[in-house]
């Protein structure tokens, strides 16, 4: 079970990875600074919550862009 655990965790930041780049490409083209950096901490935040971590990132980046 641990394993299995693991295996989610390491898909879901993979797969955030991902998600952050072609996010941060789309608003770049568009035009908004609002990119979230990709590192450990983010990259950790995607794995453990998956699109609601994602989604807080970009909310952070929202109120700090405010």
């Known amino acids: 079970m ?3 655990w693991i295996l989610n965790v390491i ?4 797969f955030g990875v991902i998600a952050m780049y072609f996010i941060n490409a789309a608003l770049a083209a568009a035009g908004i600074s609002l990119g979230v950096g990709i590192n450990g ?3 950790l935040t995607s794995g453990i919550l998956g699109i609601p971590g994602i989604a807080a990132l970009y909310g ?7």
Do not use: D, F, P, Q
């Open 60 to 66: 952070l980046g929202l109120y700090k862009l405010l």
């Open 11 to 14: 898909l879901r930041s993979i």
């Open 41 to 43: 901490a983010t990259v």
């Open 2 to 4: 641990k394993k299995e």
